[in-house]
Protein backbone atom coordinates (compact mmCIF):
# COMPACT_ATOMS: atom_id res chain seq x y z
CA UNK A 1 0.00 0.00 0.00
CA UNK A 2 2.70 2.20 1.08
CA UNK A 3 4.81 1.73 -2.49
CA UNK A 4 1.59 2.17 -4.42
CA UNK A 5 0.71 5.40 -2.55
CA UNK A 6 4.03 7.22 -2.57
CA UNK A 7 4.10 5.79 -6.71
CA UNK A 8 0.86 8.21 -7.31
CA UNK A 9 1.75 10.74 -4.89
CA UNK A 10 5.27 10.95 -6.59
CA UNK A 11 3.89 11.69 -9.50
CA UNK A 12 1.09 14.07 -10.27
CA UNK A 13 1.86 15.51 -13.80
CA UNK A 14 2.05 13.32 -17.17
CA UNK A 15 6.02 14.78 -17.99
CA UNK A 16 6.92 13.97 -14.11
CA UNK A 17 9.18 10.98 -14.07
CA UNK A 18 8.33 8.19 -10.63
CA UNK A 19 10.39 8.69 -7.82
CA UNK A 20 11.38 12.28 -7.90
CA UNK A 21 12.84 12.67 -4.08
CA UNK A 22 12.93 16.74 -4.22
CA UNK A 23 10.20 17.28 -6.22
CA UNK A 24 7.61 20.01 -4.26
CA UNK A 25 3.62 20.75 -5.57
CA UNK A 26 4.67 24.48 -4.61
CA UNK A 27 1.46 26.26 -5.84
CA UNK A 28 -0.78 23.48 -6.20
CA UNK A 29 -2.30 23.58 -3.46
CA UNK A 30 -5.57 25.73 -2.61
CA UNK A 31 -4.72 26.34 0.82
CA UNK A 32 -0.92 27.37 -0.14
CA UNK A 33 0.32 24.56 2.04
CA UNK A 34 3.03 22.55 -0.36
CA UNK A 35 3.89 19.04 -0.10
CA UNK A 36 7.79 17.20 -0.25
CA UNK A 37 9.63 13.90 -1.38
CA UNK A 38 7.82 10.84 -2.31
CA UNK A 39 5.19 10.71 0.07
CA UNK A 40 4.22 14.77 -0.45
CA UNK A 41 4.23 15.44 3.14
CA UNK A 42 2.45 18.24 3.63
CA UNK A 43 4.08 21.43 5.15
CA UNK A 44 1.60 21.59 7.71
CA UNK A 45 3.72 18.72 9.45
CA UNK A 46 6.52 21.27 9.41
CA UNK A 47 6.83 20.43 13.41
CA UNK A 48 7.64 16.69 12.32
CA UNK A 49 11.13 18.07 11.28
CA UNK A 50 11.74 21.17 13.76
CA UNK A 51 10.49 23.61 11.13
CA UNK A 52 13.10 22.33 8.15
CA UNK A 53 11.07 21.36 5.37
CA UNK A 54 14.24 20.31 3.50
CA UNK A 55 14.52 17.31 5.60
CA UNK A 56 11.29 15.92 3.63
CA UNK A 57 13.26 15.65 0.43
CA UNK A 58 15.61 13.23 2.64
CA UNK A 59 13.53 9.71 1.67
CA UNK A 60 14.04 8.05 4.93
CA UNK A 61 12.62 10.88 6.79
CA UNK A 62 9.98 11.59 4.10
CA UNK A 63 8.89 7.55 4.33
CA UNK A 64 9.25 7.78 8.42
CA UNK A 65 7.20 10.43 8.76
CA UNK A 66 4.44 8.51 6.29
CA UNK A 67 4.80 5.72 8.69
CA UNK A 68 3.90 7.94 11.99
CA UNK A 69 0.93 9.65 9.78
CA UNK A 70 -0.33 6.77 8.58
CA UNK A 71 -0.79 5.18 12.26
CA UNK A 72 1.57 2.18 11.10
CA UNK A 73 0.39 2.01 7.85
CA UNK A 74 -3.02 1.42 9.09
CA UNK A 75 -4.60 4.28 7.81
CA UNK A 76 -4.13 6.24 4.34
CA UNK A 77 -6.53 8.90 4.62
CA UNK A 78 -3.74 11.86 4.80
CA UNK A 79 -3.46 11.00 1.54
CA UNK A 80 -5.42 12.71 -1.43
CA UNK A 81 -4.28 9.42 -3.86
CA UNK A 82 -5.87 6.99 -1.51
CA UNK A 83 -8.86 9.07 -1.09
CA UNK A 84 -9.72 9.32 -4.72
CA UNK A 85 -8.44 6.12 -5.66
CA UNK A 86 -5.04 7.08 -7.87
CA UNK A 87 -3.09 4.51 -5.64
CA UNK A 88 -4.96 1.36 -7.05
CA UNK A 89 -3.02 1.95 -10.27
CA UNK A 90 -0.02 0.81 -8.34
CA UNK A 91 -1.19 -1.92 -6.83
Same mark, same amino acid.
Given at each position: MAFAICMAEA???PDQPYGVTRWNNAGLNGDG??? *?GLMQI????ADM? /?????LLY????????? *??L?? /? /??DWTPWS? *??? /?KYREHL
Amino acid at each position: MAFAICMAEAKKTPDQPYGVTRWNNAGLNGDGSVD *YGLMQINSIHADMV /GGNLDLLYDPEVNIKIA *YSLSK /G /GTDWTPWSS *YNN /GKYREHL
